[in-house]
């Protein structure tokens, strides 16, 4: 039988007693984890999400009645008790809990709720499938690993404000409903009901809001944003999601670095207690993707790529001679030590390099007796050359590219991981921060024949490159940068363009006309005239980064209710149908 509150308060919680709470009463509340009966005795885990206490129910000091009750917990059942707070036998003591040393012993006890079997184990430990932990998120929420998590996300939302604050900073809201624009994702779009025909646009980011601002004169703004894209998702990737999001008026990179770095520097400090080395390793885009083949390099290792074209030029595999005649590259990773590696292993390793466009993966081993397996005859005869080349030693094991110099980079950057990781087991926890800046402005769509933004439009670009934007847009590099931690990047700013005639050079460059623009970016360029600025910032994914605080693999775990890959909740069925005399409301009509 169900009964209620009425007039007990919890007095503790259940991570709160200890020691020194013994001989004294306490009133807990919460979740049964498990009932063990031992003899007649039982033995009841209580759990909430401070901790998990062992409550007691003994023959010789319960009533019959409550004895009753209790043998009637299943897991699950919310209950209350009330009981003498005792310190365990010194052999029962638990040092696995917070609350180990004590236990209490129950003088009274009400059931507040029952509760089904549930689907899987409310355990860290589960073998349930995600689907079916996202079905029953209510439950998954429960578990103290993700409890964890999202406390561990308080507390880095929290001083991410209080340091900002600190640096004078205000936190200013910018709109949930606004004007569609090209931003590089889908929008989600927001019938307007007041003006049929018309939409809202979620936001992808509040990117030209916050440039507005430092056109009122806000000169430091910040804002934990929910921003919402409509693309395909990963594991990393939700289609609502938060960004540490700010701007500065009258700034450099510089100053945004440093601004940065002391913040990522506290926020690790604060969740871990470790001290990172400051400032961070800056790389330009071309260095990075020479030497690790990614624009967000994982340096926990130091395997670095090797341009080998000119000695790959001199041999006779025609392979490398017809790569580097035509343009190409021969780049070369080295695999320390791993010369006895088997053919198994690298064949699989290849497969990762033709999956990011390369044709094949040639390898040789370097011995006692010199290059040998697959390509090492043809590199024997300028072994010398190669080793100065590469820095390979005895016993390791010598993986080649030869291609364009995009998929060069590209292929072996995946098949450094492959390697490093394999190899050295980075720890999750060693936090190793970087920049990469001066990307390109542009790339080329080949599919539309025309030049697009690389990453947004409204990045100014360095002023030695302005005089390029139309005669040779692909040189043009931006004051662009992003903040890499661990091989995973955490956010993308820029200094931005403040002048109308500046963004109207760009606008033109990716195809839009003075018409579109003024349609699209009318409201901005106008503010454009009015003294905005220079101003810059950056966005950092908050996800991403209690994800890797966590040491979790899925963005998902750091939300209170994520959606699927397909961008589904299961819980609550959402997206769903809407009535037809909604959707007549709004002028919408749904066609097949």
Not at 263 to 278: D, T, Y
Not at 390 to 397: H, I, M, R, S, V
Not at 412 to 434: E, T
Not at 480 to 498: A, F, M, P, Q, T
Request: glycine share 8%; charged share 30%; net charge negative.
């Amino acid at each position: 039988m169900l009964e209620a509150l009425g007039d007990w308060r919890r007095t503790h919680t259940c991570g709160g007693l200890g020691k020194a709470d013994a001989g004294s009463e306490a009133v807990l509340m919460g979740w049964v984890q498990r009932v063990r009966d031992h003899g007649g005795v039982l033995f009841v885990d209580l759990r909430d999400r401070y901790g998990v206490t062992q409550v007691v129910f003994r023959p010789e000091t319960a009533p019959e009645a409550m004895l009753e009750k209790a043998r009637a917990l299943r897991s699950e059942f919310v209950v209350a008790v009330r009981g003498l707070v005792g310190e365990r036998p010194a052999d029962m003591v638990n040092r696995q809990l917070a609350t180990g040393e004590i236990e209490v012993s129950a003088g009274d006890l009400r059931i507040l709720n029952s509760a089904q079997t549930p689907p899987f184990a409310v355990e860290d430990e589960t073998d349930a499938a995600e689907d079916l932990r996202l079905e029953y998120r209510y439950l998954d929420l429960r578990r103290p690993s993700l409890q964890r998590i999202l406390a561990l996300r308080h507390r880095m939302a929290l001083e991410t404000r209080l340091f900002l604050a600190g640096k004078g900073f205000l936190e200013i809201e910018t709109p949930m409903m606004v004007k569609p624009t090209p931003e590089g994702a889908r929008d989600y779009i927001v019938p307007a009901r007041l003006h049929p025909g018309k939409f809202y646009a979620l936001p992808q980011s509040p990117q030209l809001y916050k440039q507005l601002l430092m056109v009122c004169g806000f000169d430091r703004y910040f804002q934990l944003a929910r921003c919402m894209r409509d693309e395909d998702q990963r594991a990393d990737r939700q289609p609502e999601f938060t960004q540490i999001d700010l701007e500065m008026s009258f700034t450099t990179e510089d100053e945004i670095f440093g601004l940065m770095e002391g913040l990522m520097a506290h926020l690790v400090r604060e969740a871990s207690g470790v001290e990172i080395p400051r400032p961070f390793p800056r790389l330009r885009y071309d260095e990075a993707m020479d030497r690790y083949g990614s624009d967000k390099p994982d340096v926990r290792f130091d395997l670095e790529i090797r341009d080998v074209s000119a000695v790959a030029a001199t041999t006779d595999f025609g392979i490398f001679r017809e790569a580097v005649g035509s343009g190409g590259v021969v780049r070369c990773i080295v695999a320390p030590g791993c010369a006895e590696w088997s053919r198994q292993t690298v064949d699989g390793i290849e497969e990762t390099a033709k999956r990011y466009g390369a044709k094949g993966l040639a390898r040789a081993k370097l011995t006692a007796r010199g290059f040998e397996t697959g390509v090492g005859k043809f590199l024997e005869p300028a072994r010398e050359a190669v080793v100065a080349a590469t820095g390979a030693k005895e016993g390791d094991l010598l993986l080649f590219v030869a291609d364009r110099k995009d998929v060069a980079r590209k292929a072996l950057g995946a098949v450094r991981l492959a390697v490093g990781h394999a190899l050295y087991k980075p720890d999750r926890f060693d936090y190793r921060l970087l920049w990469v800046r001066e990307f390109p402005l542009f790339e080329r769509d080949e599919e539309h024949g025309r030049w697009a933004p690389a990453h947004h439009m409204f990045t100014m670009p360095l002023e030695e490159d302005l005089p390029f934007l139309e005669s040779a847009p692909g040189r043009v590099r931006a004051q662009l940068y992003d903040l890499v931690l661990s091989g995973v990047e955490l956010g993308s700013g820029s200094i931005r363009i403040h002048r109308r005639d500046i963004q109207e050079r760009v606008m033109r460059v990716v195809g839009m006309s003075a018409e579109e623009a003024e349609k699209k970016f009318g409201f901005l360029l106008k503010a454009f005239q009015f003294g905005a600025p220079p101003h810059g910032g950056i966005a950092l994914g908050f996800d991403r980064i209690i994800m890797l605080f966590a040491g979790s693999d899925s963005i998902r775990d750091t939300m209170a209710f994520p959606k699927t890959a397909r961008a589904a909740s299961l819980m609550d069925g959402c997206p769903a149908e809407v009535p037809e005399d909604d959707l007549r409301e709004l002028h919408v009509r749904i066609t097949p």
